[in-house]
Nanobody
Framework: QVQLVESGGGLVQAGGSLRLSCAAS????????VAWFRQAPGKERDFVAS????????SYAESVKDRFTISRDNSKNTVYLQLSSLKPEDTAVYSC?????????????????WGQGTQVTVSS
């Protein structure tokens, strides 16, 4: 079993930045692809970004490409999501997920382990 805990969310003005963290314990986290998803009120959960086991490959949703950066530090069992140039439409609960899948996988149903989520609110 892998336990995931997100942190770093908060309230920020448009144009601002945040760094989210996803800390893992248990299991073989270093062998898993990790992804970030987000869900805004009344909307479906959307893929944001994913990163390969080694951290050498990553995939992004078009809406966040060039603004968000995903990275991982396997020595700390942690994956990060740097959010920059934030927009009000980025407001959502951000959750990390892990699983033995390809880093290209954008389907939330493919990931086995989930954190509880962290709220990001961007004011205009």
């Amino acid at each position: 079993q892998v336990q995931l805990v997100e942190s770093g969310g908060g309230l920020v003005q448009a144009g601002g930045s945040l760094r989210l963290s996803c800390a893992a314990s248990g299991g073989i986290f270093r062998s898993y692809t990790v992804a970030w998803f987000r869900q805004a009120p009344g909307k479906e959960r959307d893929f944001v970004a994913s990163i390969s086991v080694t951290g050498n490959s990553a995939s992004y949703a078009e809406s966040v490409k060039d603004r968000f950066t995903i990275s991982r530090d396997n020595s700390k069992n942690t994956v990060y999501l740097q959010l920059s140039s934030l927009k009000p439409e980025d407001t959502a609960v951000y959750s990390c997920a892990a699983g033995p899948v390809s880093w290209r996988n954008k389907l939330s149903s493919s990931y086995d382990y989930w954190g509880q989520g962290t709220q990001v609110t961007v004011s205009s």
